[in-house]
């Protein structure tokens, strides 16, 4: 199945809309979260902040420190509330699994 062109969204989000299957996950399912979102076209630089996220979540299996994303990728520490509307909405377009109650909390 190609996450990009799916017809049912249940097959692909949780009932908090996050990604079911992180291995399904592409920038273009990315993009496609980001246009129902309001956010609009991405730039490269979300893009890779995206990228990071998801590396540093495999890495550890775990939320991971905000602004260590933003120290990679060389910028100020408040980088993703810069160019997403809150942490949360960077981990859904990030496709990662639903970090449960306590995590959702810290993205907010």
Same mark, same amino acid.
């Given at each position: 199945?190609?996450?990009?062109?799916? @017809? *049912? +969204?249940?097959?692909?989000?949780?009932?908090?809309? $996050?990604? /079911?299957?992180?291995?399904?996950? *592409?920038? =273009?399912? =990315?993009? %496609?979260?980001?246009? !129902?979102? #309001?956010? #609009?076209?991405?730039?490269?630089?979300?893009?890779?902040?995206?990228?990071?996220? %998801?590396?540093?979540?495999? @890495? $550890? #299996?775990?939320?991971?420190?905000? !602004?260590? /994303?933003?120290?990679?990728?060389?910028?100020?520490?408040?980088?993703?509330?810069?160019? $997403? %509307? !809150? +942490? %949360?909405?960077?981990?859904? /377009?990030?496709?990662?699994?639903?970090? #449960?109650?306590?995590? @959702?909390?810290?993205?907010?």
């Amino acid at each position: 199945m190609n996450p990009t062109t799916a @017809k *049912d +969204p249940s097959t692909l989000f949780d009932r908090d809309g $996050f990604v /079911i299957n992180p291995e399904q996950w *592409d920038i =273009a399912l =990315a993009q %496609r979260i980001a246009n !129902s979102e #309001g956010l #609009g076209e991405m730039d490269a630089l979300q893009q890779q902040l995206l990228l990071t996220l %998801r590396e540093e979540f495999h @890495k $550890f #299996g775990a939320v991971t420190a905000l !602004s260590h /994303i933003c120290h990679l990728n060389g910028l100020d520490a408040d980088c993703l509330h810069q160019r $997403f %509307r !809150s +942490p %949360r909405q960077a981990w859904r /377009i990030a496709g990662l699994p639903n970090p #449960g109650e306590e995590a @959702k909390a810290y993205l907010a």
